[in-house]
């Protein structure tokens, strides 16, 4: 069965990989790895009870997950909608490429940092629709905004699911985990924002130009304040309302959802229906791209998959025997975070290490925070934030691999150096 498994999931995973060739959509390899596979375990387990639970466990995780991207994708457009995000571009006044460059990459990997990854990449490369007309030039910023989304998530306990999971499970702390990954972070950002800034030169920035007769779509300047300040408050607000309630993340989007939603109803209560259609939630969501939605729950079930026939926890018992090195061990996990999704990776590392072994805060969780937080960057789908963008802006996974995969390796094993050479200095 477990040969099998593997077979399925390789395969799928090619089929993904070679979307443009074979013409044929990721999401539907996705959901049809993900139906063999299950199907496989089904058949193949002979217990009906044990699939049926693992089943229901899977879907509620991969429901929570889909639901927040849902929430998160629909508040960006209304914010969107709302041309919101012309109080940041406003004040962007840079010419050059490689100067916007790095302005994006700090504020893309603060910003992750207080909210998450994901939300951050998407609100992102929203923005970047609205500075850059070139499809090219977007792209590339879109790759770079991938990999600092992910190193601004790697160091806190609420910028990225897994180390969300360490901080959970008592495998790490909030202030040593800040203390700790920071530095090592924002290494992984320096590297590949010098590379891309030698790469750009002296190219000027594009900006799109104002489609002629959408003027009287407009909104005031209230209305768009007051859409981008509590679109991104409710974001901001989720982790609050996580830790407040001990409920998980997804309700606080749809919470914030639901008030953004009554808020826009009130604000173009006396408007005529065809003026305020376009600023609408309900409008807002027929642009989400349910394509990559769908995309997400592929990939989310067939990895799951691995996770309840222990093929990860295999494969990490057979690294701890093979390697011996945990530096070494972790630094492959994060590498193969870049192929296979980091939270059933990280999962299956808390499952084969013990606190009482290996306890809080100490070297193995917080190196594994960060390299499995930042090694999925590598590949276009090693994350959720990568994910996210390649179905915002239809990424090619090979022109990603080619263009962007190099300078994230680099920026992940200088982040890595970093992190070993401060532990050795400090413990």
Not at 264 to 283: C, F, M
Not at 387 to 404: N, P, R, S, T
Request: aromatic share 10%; with cysteine.
């Amino acid at each position: 069965m477990l040969t099998a498994i593997s077979i399925i999931f390789v395969l799928s995973y090619l089929a993904i990989a070679l979307e443009h060739p074979l013409k044929i959509s990721k999401s539907a390899s996705a959901l049809m790895g993900a139906g063999w596979l299950w199907t496989v375990y089904a058949l193949l387990s002979g217990d009906v009870n044990q699939v049926d639970a693992d089943l229901n466990r899977s879907l509620m995780g991969t429901a929570q997950i889909v639901f927040f991207l849902m929430g998160a994708m629909t508040i960006v457009e209304v914010v969107d909608a709302h041309e919101g995000f012309l109080a940041i571009t406003s004040r962007i006044k840079t010419t050059r490429l490689s100067s916007l460059m790095w302005i994006v990459g700090f504020v893309t990997f603060f910003l992750s940092s207080i909210l998450d990854n994901l939300t951050t990449t998407i609100v992102m490369v929203s923005l970047m629709k609205k500075l850059l007309d070139k499809r090219e030039d977007r792209i590339y910023f879109a790759g770079i905004i991938v990999i600092a989304a992910n190193a601004g998530g790697a160091w806190t306990p609420i910028g990225d699911v897994t180390t969300t999971m360490l901080w959970i499970g008592g495998q790490i702390t909030t202030l040593s985990i800040m203390k700790s990954v920071f530095l090592a972070s924002m290494v992984n950002l320096l590297v590949p924002l010098a590379i891309t800034s030698r790469v750009l030169g002296s190219r000027p920035v594009v900006a799109p130009a104002r489609k002629a007769g959408a003027e009287h779509l407009q909104s005031t300047n209230f209305e768009r304040n007051l859409m981008l300040f509590l679109g991104l408050g409710i974001l901001v607000g989720v982790p609050v309302f996580k830790t407040v309630t001990n409920l998980p993340p997804f309700m606080g989007i749809l919470f914030g959802l639901g008030m953004l939603w009554m808020v826009g109803d009130l604000l173009h209560l006396k408007k005529e229906d065809g003026k305020k259609q376009h600023l609408t939630l309900v409008h807002a969501l027929t642009r989400i791209d349910m394509s990559s939605i769908i995309f997400f729950i592929g990939i989310l079930m067939a990895v799951a998959v691995l996770e309840h026939t222990h093929v990860l926890s295999s494969l990490a018992q057979w690294l701890d025997k093979t390697v011996g090195r945990l530096d070494i061990i972790v630094l492959i996990i994060g590498l193969a975070s870049a192929v296979v999704d980091n939270v059933p990776l990280v999962a299956a590392s808390m499952g084969m290490y013990k606190l009482a072994q290996y306890p809080t805060d100490s070297f193995l969780w917080e190196f594994v925070a960060y390299c499995a937080g930042t090694g999925g960057s590598i590949l276009i789908i090693g994350s959720a934030s990568g994910v996210a963008a390649m179905g915002l802006e239809k990424i090619d996974f090979f022109w990603y691999a080619k263009k962007i995969g190099g300078i994230a390796l680099a920026g992940y094993l200088g982040g890595a150096l970093v992190y070993v050479l401060q532990y050795r200095l400090f413990h």
